[in-house]
């Protein structure tokens, strides 16, 4: 059953006043005073492959567009792993979205954040991380870590405000390319990938 536009509306308005609410809160980890747009969030999930059999890793939920279009694409909740920082943004993640291993923790420490499950393998990272509110060697340890993650090959998909990727290429290890500039998106979002690129 489809939810009324004034539910919808209200959902939206919500999910927008906990996104200003965690902003004012911790700006540099919140990277925008505005939820992604559905039509970001689907376009990122649209490169996972819910055939492969590994799990998922998102990044920065916040109120959990991308989670909505991760688990749209046909993943299964306990096959969602998610990491959000904020802690008190997890209540309401784990509400409306149950199943999902929603994580409080860091990003840039991820062997600490997952714990027991520090050594698993992903299909794919889905990431709104704030990237560019970090210094470029941090970014640079944190792609190198999660491409680590993953079979070569298979995409770290990560979004940005700016023209540019927030991570530099290095071509001898990691490619990155251009996926999508998304204008439905306040403000207006570049989609990046980045896949490890396999040893001959």
Not at 110 to 134: E, H, M, Q, Y
């Amino acid at each position: 059953m489809r939810a009324s536009p004034i539910r919808s509306l209200s959902a939206r308005f919500d999910e927008e006043i906990r996104v200003l609410k965690s902003w004012l809160g911790s700006p540099r980890t919140i990277g925008t005073v505005c939820p992604t747009s559905q039509v970001t969030a689907n376009r990122m999930a649209s490169l996972i492959n819910p055939e492969a059999g590994l799990p998922v890793l998102e990044l920065g939920p916040g109120t959990g567009p991308i989670t909505r279009a991760i688990l749209r694409r046909g993943v299964a909740p306990q096959d969602l792993y998610s990491v959000e920082y904020t802690a008190s943004l997890l209540p309401g993640l784990r509400q409306s979205y149950p199943g999902v291993n929603f994580i409080q923790g860091d990003a840039f420490d991820l062997d600490t954040a997952l714990g027991d499950d520090r050594d698993l393998k992903f299909d794919c990272v889905v990431s709104a991380l704030p990237l560019l509110n970090f210094p470029k060697p941090m970014r640079v340890k944190l792609i190198t870590d999660l491409l680590d993650r993953m079979p070569a090959g298979r995409p770290v998909v990560q979004f940005t405000y700016g023209p540019h990727s927030p991570i530099p290429a290095d071509w001898q290890t990691y490619t990155v390319e251009p996926l999508d500039w998304i204008m439905r998106n306040l403000p207006p979002a570049r989609i990046w990938v980045y896949r490890r690129i396999a040893k001959s």
